[in-house]
């Protein structure tokens, strides 16, 4: 009978790890499920002027999701979120 608990706790410690995974996974979904932001929205998002916002990009120090041929830069909210945090 004791086995048999072991093996009961055993499965549900392996779930309860499977499910935090799941929910993690679920998490960084929501947040990657935003639509991309232009550079003046970004700009708006992070309360600087687009020229800084350029300039920032320029430097590294702030992550676009796509710079096309025609210079049109997009922004995630997690990447501008994270350039915050850091700051």
Do not use: C
Not at 39 to 46: H, K, M, R, V
Not at 49 to 59: E, G
Not at 68 to 87: A, D, I, W
Request: without cysteine; charged residues 20%; glycine residues 4%.
């Amino acid at each position: 009978m004791n086995h048999e608990l072991k093996l009961i706790q055993e499965k549900l410690d392996t779930l309860i790890t499977k499910l935090d995974k799941i929910q993690s996974g679920l998490s960084s979904l929501e947040i990657n499920s935003s639509p991309p932001l232009s550079l003046q929205e970004a700009a708006s998002y992070l309360h600087l002027s687009v020229s800084r916002v350029y300039s920032l990009v320029n430097a590294g120090r702030l992550q676009t999701l796509q710079h096309t041929k025609r210079g049109r830069h997009l922004f995630s909210k997690e990447h501008l979120n994270q350039y915050l945090y850091e700051k």
